[in-house]
């Protein structure tokens, strides 16, 4: 009996260790399910990880923003800038500040000190991790509190890119910063419409109504990001209206299944993520232009998009989305054709097709490596499936493992971000500045290197265009890579939740919440 | 018994040394490290190497090795290298959650293991027998993840009993409990089958011994002689098991958190692990082993208590 005893004191104090109780019956508490089993980091500048871009996005404003519910480009409008003008040679930008803005937890108001703190900031590759995309940054200056000027060393036409409220254009108090050091990353300080209040380790991440928001007071008193993993834990807590948002599982059967459902709203929204085969031609023989043909012709598209649901994918075209600035689909098109494959092996002097060695992958790519294993296998092209956890394959593709290399993105919905990082030479994986050009194209055969960096100082929006188009065609002339298909995100929310925006796509990978969201 | 004490602790020492340089070498050997969960999957490898800078993952193995163990000797778990949190912070939010699990498993599970198991005994080989036995046998083959689904099908989505994820408000004892039944009945289910099965058999083999014929012999009450004397007897195998699984059952918990999304330490080690987070995974792991030396240590002492022949020297 001794034991129990001493178990019950045990059950007790951690009863009692959990501490006070924090939620009234009449706040409006916005719960939502994110698919991941943490959170990283809070700092805009230093993280990229998908469950804290909707929750960075509540917190933060930068210059300029997306009209919430859109990542159209052409819809950019003012945020914490009223409005700006850019000189005639588009070489210098002045951004004036809305007054009156004030950061959370009582950090004052914004002025231009912080904007410039947090521009540089995220040009410095010791604070950010987007530094590369501001080495046009010459300087930033705070003309007077109110107004910012930005001088460029070169015309960069995206520029309003930069200063958007996405990851390095996000503004952060410099008072902030500079109080918390490093451990600013769990205690962000921005203007936007919810502000910081707990993270609970691996399970949720609490922020309260910033009642001061420029836009106007929050309708919601609280928005509580809750970790839930687990595919079926989170649908079966949504439904039992534990949570109100949830993230869906990318299967047609199970969309299908939960559009049955009273009170529930499915949203499948572009640009959603492409997916991409990249042909690793350090490995013979995908050197061979015709080898790689023979592959793309012996690739079936649409089984690709079946196996997850037509309503939720997209066709793939190019190796960017459609809604990216700069898409064509005036491209080479390599139709479904196994004979047509075969004599392009033949020609290429393997009539009896060639094995890939092992093809590292993982859970989450599965699906893909055994479609493709199923689809080459009819022109007698080979591997072994090796299955590995996320991060080891992540390691191990780039360090050239896989022949074959299936790749999922979603990125900025520009050209120029996705043909940088998966095509141009200095992305190559294994070298210094690598990022996920797996096919080393640039390297192996010439590439589009020079159309890419001429497109990112080109000051014509049209010329500059034209350029990603050229660059687009090129690739898939060489077919470096082969687009599979296009994933759409996939989020439920209950249809008495009002987002307060007409939701037409998404970048931050989950809803986003915006003052104007409510609870009816 | 006070001197046998002391020195079991002290052996955990270098028990827990062992199980930490273990950890601490197995979580790096794995491909993939922190840097990527931090930044995503798409910046520059001059990037990452900042980072690893500034995580300190760039210092020689052994300096990180000993000025880990220098700092959790002092009693400072580290700092998670992901959020920066401190690991004795998640820890004292996570271990509430693990031992409150685990005690109510335990408890559903011997209340209602060790009865059923000398039911059995007595009934032996009749259908009551056999019925016990088959479902003490699927409560053991059948996963705990799948037992918890069921369970929420049934009393949180069919029935609308009770709550599916989390812990409920903190405070708020009676939403506290209502969270924990069913992940406690998921592992109490197993915890149940465990003792059926374990006590059943060691009651046969004690009521088949000659001091319980005698029992009956002296005209003793059956009940008397089943509890005082066969139950008493067995307890000694039947609290070996229960520590035995007691370390099992603290393993169980893991997937059934993910399940319910309990933030016990269970989330903590998966969560991290996947984010490779090597200084929680260590801490949480050494902890996991501590716990599991203190229960073993526990079982030990409390022979003593069953059975007064046994002595510690």
Known sequence: ?520 | MLAYTIRRILMAIPTLWVALTMIFILVRVIPGDPTTAVMGDYVTDKSLEVLKRQMGLDLPLIEQYGLYLYNFVRGDFGNSLITGAPVLKELKNALPHTLELTFFSLLIGTLTGIPLGVFLALKRNSAWDYLGRFFSLAGISFPSFYIAVLLILLFSMKLDLLPVMGVGPAGDTWARMRHLVLPALTLGLLMMSYLTRMTRSTMLDVLGADYIRTAHAKGLRKAKVIFKHALKNASVSIVTVLGIYTGILIGSSVMTEIIFNRPGLGSLIVGSMLNRDYITITSIMTVYAAIVIFINLITDLSYGLIDPRIRYE
């Open chain 1, 1 to 520: 009996m001794k034991i129990f005893k001493c178990l019950a004191t045990m059950a007790l104090a951690a009863i009692l260790l959990a501490g006070p109780g924090q939620a009234t019956a009449a706040e409006k508490i916005l719960k939502i399910g994110v698919f991941s089993a943490d959170m990283g980091i809070l700092d805009p500048h230093r993280s990229a990880t998908t469950a804290n871009l909707p929750i960075m996005d509540s917190i933060f404003n930068g210059l300029v923003r997306w009209r919430p519910g859109s990542v159209d480009l052409e819809t950019i409008e003012p945020d914490l800038a009223e409005r700006w003008e850019a000189s005639a040679d588009g070489r210098v930008w002045t951004f004036f500040l809305r007054k009156g803005v004030q950061f959370h937890h009582g950090f004052g108001e914004m002025t231009a000190e912080d904007v410039v703190f947090s521009l540089k900031k995220a040009a410095n590759k010791e604070t950010s991790i987007w530094h590369t995309g501001y080495t046009a940054f010459e300087k930033v200056e705070a003309v007077d509190p109110y107004t910012v000027r930005i001088s460029l060393s070169n015309n960069v036409p995206s520029m309003l890119a930069l200063v958007l409220n996405f990851h390095g254009g996000m503004v952060l108090s410099k008072k902030a910063v500079e109080k918390y050091g490093d451990d600013f990353r769990l205690n962000p300080v921005g203007t936007g419409p919810f502000a910081f209040k707990e993270y609970i380790p691996k399970q949720k991440t609490i922020l309260v109504a910033h009642p001061q928001y420029f836009r106007g007071k929050p309708k919601l008193d609280s928005v509580v990001y809750h970790f839930v993993p687990v595919d079926q834990a989170r649908e079966m807590a949504f439904l039992k209206g534990e949570l109100d948002m949830i993230e869906g599982v990318k299967q047609e059967w199970w969309v299908e299944k939960m559009k049955k459902e009273k009170n529930v709203i499915v949203d499948a929204l572009p640009p959603g993520e492409l997916t991409m085969v990249h042909f690793n031609m350090t490995k013979k023989p995908l050197e061979d232009i015709r080898v790689r043909r023979a592959l793309a012709h012996a690739i079936n598209r649409k089984e690709f998009r079946e196996t997850y649901g037509m309503s939720i994918t997209g066709d793939a075209v190019s190796v960017i989305g459609p809604g990216y600035l700069g898409f064509t689909d005036k491209v080479a098109q390599y139709e479904f054709n196994v004979e047509k494959a075969k004599a392009l092996l033949k020609e290429a002097g393997f009539p009896n097709g060639f094995n890939l060695g092992e093809f590292v992958t993982s859970p989450i790519y599965l699906n893909s490596a055994e479609l493709l294993q199923g689809q080459l296998k009819k022109i007698g092209v080979t591997f072994e499936i090796k299955m590995v956890d996320h991060p080891t394959m992540h390691k191990m593709i780039r360090q050239d493992l896989n022949a074959l290399v299936p790749y999922g993105a979603a990125r900025f919905p520009i050209a120029d971000e996705m043909m940088t990082q998966f095509f141009h030479s200095n992305s190559i994986v294994g070298t210094p500045t690598g990022i996920t050009n797996f096919s080393h194209y640039g390297k192996v055969i010439p590439g589009v290197d020079d159309l890419l960096d001429q497109a990112r100082v080109e000051p014509n929006v049209e010329k500059q265009k034209a350029l990603w188009v050229k660059a687009q065609q090129k690739i898939l002339d060489d077919v470096p890579a082969y687009p599979l298909r296009i994933t759409y995100v996939l989020f439920l929310r209950k249809a008495t939740i009002d987002l307060g925006y007409d939701l037409k796509s998404n970048m931050t990978l989950h809803y986003q919440i915006t003052e104007k969201t409510d609870l009816k």
